[in-house]
């Protein structure tokens, strides 16, 4: 399960902003397709919903596995997300899914992608303590415990070894090492106030973010046609959006911007 803790070690475990399971599947999408080694123009997003509609990807045991097959090839990718209160998945053991595990599988890395599953599964047949997922509290806690499932597999060769190591690096890091390996993916709020013929006004915490978006005007086109706006490494995702009066509208989005050192 290496493509799993390259994900852990790169910090792209996220906790879902909210436990809407297609709400929960775009944004992980969105977090693969900010990855700089995905080509521009790939739509994850699309090629996620569409399987889905077709395919439920729950695993059972709190987990699901949602993927998307691109015709290029490259590393097989993924992104993990964590939601503390379950999402209604449909999953056929009617568990709530606490862990979405999504895969980017190039054409080079299908039997790759069929063998990590196949790991997974057999890793969560052996565990059988759920309580644990529920009643977890957040991401380290998260991190440590799919670590733990990993190295359990007594499949995987070699990677045990690699999963206790992150494992101990993470337990005994200081608190300032453990923010910097999470720092891989940075997520901020942001709040764009948009009228007719008006200058949008983006209102978030973050400088550099603030500074790109005040001097483009395309944002407001982009998410309203898209849903999301890419620039300078940035994807701005809209969340909702609500129409006041006067023609003025309020998006509430998140912006994601993913760096990742290449190997």
């Known amino acids: ?71 290029y090839d490259e590393d097989l990718i993924c992104s993990v997300g964590w939601s503390p209160t379950g999402i209604d998945y449909d999953a056929p053991d009617k568990i709530p899914v606490h862990i979405i595990i999504m895969y980017l599988v190039p054409d080079n890395q299908r039997n790759h992608y069929l063998k990590e599953i196949s790991l997974l599964a057999k890793a969560l047949q052996k565990n059988n303590n759920l309580d644990v997922l529920r009643t977890a509290k957040d991401l380290n806690f998260v991190r440590n415990y799919l670590l733990d499932l990993v190295a359990s597999s007594k499949d995987i060769v070699g990677f045990d070894a690699r999963a206790r190591m992150i494992q101990l690096e993470a337990r005994t890091a200081q608190p300032e090492q453990q923010i910097d390996q999470l720092s891989n993916v940075i997520i901020e709020p942001v709040t764009i106030v948009a009228g007719m013929n008006q200058k949008p006004i983006v209102l978030s915490q973050n400088k550099e973010l603030v500074d790109i978006l005040d001097n483009t005007n395309q944002i407001i086109e982009s998410i309203t ?16 959006s609500e129409v006041y009066q006067a023609n003025r509208s309020l998006y509430d989005c998140i912006a994601v911007k993913v760096l990742i050192n290449k190997k």
């Open 1 to 71: 399960m290496d493509s799993l803790l390259d994900a852990l070690q790169e910090g792209r475990l996220i906790e879902l902003p909210d436990n809407d399971k297609f709400d929960s599947l775009q944004f992980l999408a969105h977090i693969i397709e900010a990855i700089p080694s995905v080509p521009n123009g790939t739509d994850v997003v699309g090629l996620v919903m569409a399987r889905e509609k077709n395919t439920n990807t729950a695993l059972g045991k709190s987990f699901a596995c949602p993927h998307a097959r691109v015709s």
């Open 225 to 240: 046609a898209k849903g999301y706006f890419e620039i300078n490494g940035w994807r701005i995702i809209k969340k909702s």
